[in-house]
Structure formats: C-alpha cells, structure tokens
C-alpha cells in the first residue's frame, strides 16, 4: 500500500479548507450585499453553490452529494415537486400572459434545480464556524440598512445609496429571516452580543418601509418565544396553520380588513394595509369562474387588461392592476386552480416534517423562520419571484450547514 505524500495531502488540506472559507465568507456577504443590490439572491445561491462544489472535490466526496440527490428523487416529496412544476409550465398553455408566464415558468424550475443542488452540497458540508459568520453578515448588513435609511443627500449619494427608501425592503426582509439561526448561535457564547445584536437588527427592520418584515420579526418572535415551552408541539401547530392557510385563502381573504382593529388600519395607512384586502377580495371573487386549473401561470399581471375584467367596477379593475395580488398562496389559486393550491400545500406539509429532523435545539429558530417567510409571502411578493426563492434557498443552505447533524438523513 502507498501511502499519500504528506506535501500532496498538505496542499490538498490547504484547498479544503481555503474553499471551506470562501463558503462562509458568501454566507458573511449575503446581507450586505442586498443591502446594494436587492435581486443578487440568485447570484448569492451560484456563488455558494462554486464554493461548496469546490470544497467537495477538495475533500473528495463529490459523489457524497450527487447520492444524496439521487436520493432525494426516490423520495415522493421530490415526486410531488416535480409534478408542481410540471403543471406550473404547463399552465402557461392556458394563461393570457404566455410569453411571461414562460419566462417565470422556466426561472422557478432553473431555481428550483439550483437550490435543491445548493442544500445537496450544504449536507455534505457541515461548518463549525456558520455561527460567527452569520453574526458577522448580520450585523454589517443591519449597519449598512441603518446607514441607507439615515443618509440624506450628498452623503447617501457618495456612498453609493438609492434615493429611494423602499428598495431597502428587501435587505429588511434577509434581516429577519436569517435572525432567528443567527441570534440562537450568537447567544450560546455571548448573550450580551446577541441582544446588542437583536438590538441593532430590530432598529434597521423597524425604521425601514417595509412592514412585512415588520410583522414578519413580530410573528417570528411569538413564535420562538412558544417554542421554548414545547418546540415539537409548536411546529406541528404552526406548520398546520400554514397548510390550511394554503387551502382556505381564498375563502377567508376576504374578511381581512373586517378582523383587523379600525385603528391600526388608521395607523398604518389605506395604501398599505386596507388597500391589500380591497385587492384580495377582489383577486378571490374571480376564482370561483376558473377554480380548478386556475387562469395559468401569470395571469394575474394582465387580468384587468382581459375580458374576464371587462365587466367588472372600475374600482375592481383597478385593484386588478397591481400585477400579482401580493399573496402567494392567493396567487397560487388564482393562477394554478384547487390543483395548485393543493400541490402547495402537500409541499409545505412535506416542509414542515422535514424541518423536524433537525436537532431539538435548532427546531424553535427554524420554525419561527418558516413562521417568517410564510407571513411574509402571504402579505408582500409575487409568487414566482425567482429572488425570493433564492433567498428563502440560502436561508435553508446555512440550517443545512449547522455543524450538529439531523437526527435522521434529509
């Protein structure tokens, strides 16, 4: 038997571990990089991707993670997420919008492809540092979002800001999203850092525009805040308050503004709050006409330009014009019937008793971030918005990541 040089297997240490690095060193980019650049969600998923591919063939387990894709579509979760994506492309045969439901069609099947490609290559590279370098990113991008915000004039522009306060409702919405892990981590060696820090993350979330990561950082705290008391028992409640979200939207949108208090909806303005329960009822009265497939993939951002609205108020018409209803599961059944409603609903379900097998300790951060996304998506973005994809996807990759093994194989 020949044994390895040790000069090779040096060199070969040496690569592992520069790629090992640059991997934590995307992780550490993530935030402040949306704080400049609201869409780089996607390149953020390729660039982490590189780095894990690299540190895989350093180590020489490449194999490792082809296998576990491999795997994973044996799995009848893989099954049904194909069988999603399949009808989701094949709508764009019966939306108004062909053209454009194509084009987002084939994104979310690429992004789709690449996240499932970057958790593959996250599984197989477990990292003992993710918690100083999700501090890290944290922190700067809350500094760099508070320095957006107070900026004013020549000072914003040296520094290469946007005039416009509303492009920073992104970086507000990693903030929350990538806290929950972040802070858990940061609190086992230091809690005074981890409330300096939740401190500093909250200050740049709330002096932003963007009240869905406002209520989103509300919502993710009650619920980690229950988790203490019993994780496993929360989770299974809020994952089932999820699925059925999914499958009762359209019936219960509709009494939005009904059970929110008069004076929050003064509080928080028409053009925010009312105004999006004027547009989902709106959206949802039109469902009941195509309830089964949906008026295709799209659809939603040319219907007040169809003959379906050309019979409609004109207040209706123009609530129809905001090109999606700001509701992904909304949107879902809008565009993709009872059909698609149900595949979404079988996939958050499938989400949710995966997110189980993480270790206990992780378990109450995890929920509170799909607590998280899952407001944020009922309230805010277009649902096939590769960026928020690819965002929630890097979000996902760094859970994956934690050093501590899942109790059972993803």
Known sequence: MVSEPIGSKHRTDQGRIAWEQLSLGVIILILPVIVFAREASPLLCVLLLATLVGAAFSRGNTDDAIETLRRWLGHRQAHVLIAALAFLSLSVLWSPATDHG?????????????????????????????????????????????????????????????????????????????????????????????????????????????????????????????????????????????????????????????????????????????????????????????????????????????????????????????????????????????????????LTFFAVRAMERLPREYLGAATATAAAVFTISTVSHGAWQSWWFCLVGLVAATYVMLPTRPEEPL
């Not at 800001?161 to 060696?189: E, H, I, K, T």
Request: glycine fraction near 6%.
């Open 102 to 346: 194509a084009v987002h069609a084939f994104r979310i099947v690429m992004v789709a492809v690449l996240i499932a490609a970057v958790l593959a290559f996250s599984s197989i590279n477990r990292q003992d540092n993710i918690g100083p370098a999700l501090a890290i990113g944290l922190a700067a991008g809350a500094i760099l979002l508070l320095a957006k915000l107070v900026a004013h004039g020549d000072a914003r522009h040296l520094l290469g800001f946007s005039p416009d306060q509303w492009r920073m409702n992104r970086a507000a919405v990693a903030l929350v999203l990538f806290s929950p892990l972040a802070l858990l981590l940061l609190w086992r060696s230091s809690r005074t850092q981890a409330v300096a820090l939740a401190a500093l993350c909250l200050t740049a979330v709330f002096l932003s525009l963007s009240e869905s990561a406002q209520l989103a950082a509300l919502v993710a705290a009650a619920v980690w805040v229950a988790s203490a008391l019993n994780p496993i028992a929360v989770h299974r409640l809020v994952g089932a308050g999820m699925v059925t979200a999914v499958l009762a939207m359209p019936f219960v949108v509709r009494f939005a503004n009904d059970v929110v208090p008069a004076a929050i909806h003064e509080r928080v303005g028409y053009g925010v709050l009312t105004i999006r329960g004027e547009i989902w009822t709106v959206f949802a009265d039109l469902i009941p006409e195509r309830p089964l497939l949906g008026y295709g993939v799209e659809a939603s951002k040319v219907i007040a330009k169809t003959p379906t609205a050309a019979g409609l108020p004109e207040g209706s018409r123009e609530l129809l014009e905001f090109t999606h209803p700001h509701n992904a599961p909304l949107q879902v059944w809008f565009e993709l019937g009872f059909v698609g409603a149900l595949l979404a609903a079988i």
